[in-house]
């Protein structure tokens, strides 16, 4: 059943999640200013589900119950799946300006699928059948899930094993007849507070000694000895002021959060991989393909920074400068490669063996790579355009205030049909893309998000067939 967005929220409300902000306990995370921005941006998945004009691009019929779903639950079974699932990114984008949160549960979903089916044919287990269980009852509730492969990894020079401390990974702590018992931390989690559900992976390719730390499962997001630590955005606090104009997104955002499992237990039911260490780098080249593309998200915020920069320019005056055109022009074309790149890699997509689709691997690479460099020179070029106010302009408290408001609104007036109040928005929403809460989505998250740019530039290297190449080439200079 596909709720609506108030029903998602309530249905967070009855979560009992151990959660962590400013040193305190957070009673009731639906309730509180900091985080109520990136739950609002979740709901609007569940909202335009069930709007018409949207729900082609959102919602889909499941291949294992044939009931509709939200395309967020659904393991791809068509090229037409993976590029809906880019088309629906953008959109989601354009409406948010923000990282809405749920495509890493999906891309999980879709890597863990088709790696559970392959260790399936070998070792003949049942992973994949314990996997459609979860997946199954995900759709049939309309949850949300993190997806969770990133560890807190420790030095980054030593494997899982050779760590000081060997929970910095997440690993197997005891084996029952029933089920696990996990201990470890996944970083930077996309959404967790806003997740009923958490799937883990391992976050590196593993070898045999690694044994233990070769886990996949699902777990309730308030299970005991699970506690989620929120992060801290830049202006953050913002939010808890009361002002609208000054946090420059006053609806939606994101969040990220350290999850914790303090010997958590996993029952059999919900194990996908355990131990199978030669399948580890399988699903995580799967989970990274398929998440690479889904930057396609970026594309959509960066048409809301492209609008802002034009109203910018159009509120100062300067619309027609030809340097102006020029940069937006600019703006437009990285824009518009980040998408083409992430459409491309859907349509050359192609089943695996178990039925369900991937994104051609290559081309996803170079689609993640455009995002860690585009959206930071889409950045300079808006913050250019904008001018200084957007890092110096008074807040809105002196705004409102009658003290010193009317100099506000005489001393920052651009053009005279715009109202100076129009101006300090576009001011504010500029500055929240590129280095306020905004730009931990829009900015950072581009660099590492699915993994740092060299993790692009191996796979390039390595999906760049160079020999191919070479050949060509002596074939037509007749070598
Ligand atoms: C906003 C945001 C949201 C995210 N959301 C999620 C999420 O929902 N789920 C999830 O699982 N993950 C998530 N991630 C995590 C993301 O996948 C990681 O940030 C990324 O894989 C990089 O890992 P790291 O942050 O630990 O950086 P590091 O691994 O510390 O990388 C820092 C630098 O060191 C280099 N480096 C690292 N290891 C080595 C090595 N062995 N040899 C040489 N160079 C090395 C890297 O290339 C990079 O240049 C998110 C990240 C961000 C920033």
Redesign the pocket.
């Known amino acids: 059943m596909l709720k609506t967005g108030k029903e998602y929220i309530e249905s967070l409300r009855k979560l009992n999640l151990n959660v962590y902000l400013f040193g305190e306990k957070v009673e009731s995370p639906v309730d509180h200013p900091i985080i109520i921005p990136s739950m609002n941006a979740v709901a609007v998945t569940y909202d335009l589900a069930l709007d018409p004009l949207y729900e082609d691009l959102m919602t889909v019929k499941s291949h294992l119950t044939g009931k509709k779903i939200n395309l967020f639950n659904h393991v791809f079974q068509s090229k037409d799946d993976l590029v809906k699932k880019v088309k629906r990114q953008r959109m989601l984008g354009q409406k948010t300006a923000c990282c809405f949160q749920r495509c ?1 549960g999906q891309d999980s979903f879709n890597a863990v699928y088709s790696t559970a089916y392959e260790i399936d044919k070998k070792y003949g287990t049942d992973y994949q059948e314990r996997f459609n269980r979860f997946l199954g009852y995900v759709q049939e509730e309309d949850l949300v899930t ?5 560890d807190v ?1 420790g030095d ?2 030593l494997s899982p094993i050779n760590q000081v401390d060997p929970d910095l990974y997440l690993r197997v702590v005891e084996r029952r007849t029933d089920g696990i018992i996990v201990n470890g931390c ?6 967790i507070v806003n997740s009923h559900e958490v799937l883990c992976m391992p976050t590196i390719a593993m070898k045999p000694e690694d044994k233990d730390y070769a886990i996949s499962f699902a777990v309730p997001t308030d299970s005991p000895g699970i506690t989620i630590i929120y992060g801290r955005q830049s202006c953050d606090t913002r939010k808890l002021e009361g002002s609208e104009i000054d946090v420059g997104n006053s609806q939606f955002g994101g969040h ?1 959060a350290l999850i914790i499992f303090d010997h958590v237990f996993v029952p059999n039911e919900r194990i996908f991989l355990n131990g199978e260490t030669e399948f580890v780098g399988m699903l995580v080249e799967r989970f990274a393909g398929h998440h690479r593309p889904s930057y396609a998200c970026k594309s959509g915020v960066g048409d809301v920074l492209i609008g802002a920069a034009a109203l910018a320019a159009e509120y100062n005056g300067v619309a027609n400068a030809s340097h102006i055109k020029d940069k937006l022009i600019e703006m437009t074309h990285l824009n518009e490669t980040i998408y083409s790149s992430a459409l491309a890699c859907s349509y050359e997509g192609a089943p695996t063996p178990s039925g369900a689709y991937l994104i051609d691997l290559l081309l996803a690479n170079v689609c993640k790579q455009n995002v860690t460099r585009f959206p930071y020179e889409m950045c300079r070029l808006a913050e250019d355009i904008a001018g200084g106010l957007m890092v110096t302009q008074p807040s809105e408290k002196d705004f409102r205030s009658e003290a010193v408001g009317h100099y506000i609104e005489k001393y920052l007036k651009g053009v005279n049909s715009v109202p100076t109040e129009h101006r300090m928005r576009i001011m504010r929403l500029i500055e929240n893309l590129t280095l306020g809460t905004g730009a ?2 829009y900015r ?2 581009s ?9 692009q530039r191996i796979m390039i290297s390595r999906l760049g067939n160079f020999e191919h190449k070479k050949e060509m080439a002596k074939k037509i200079a007749r070598i």
């Open positions: 890493v993190d997806g969770a492969m990133t990894k980054r020079g996944k970083a930077h989690q996309t959404g990220e931990v989505g950072t998250e660099m590492h998000g699915a993994g740092s740019p060299q993790a």
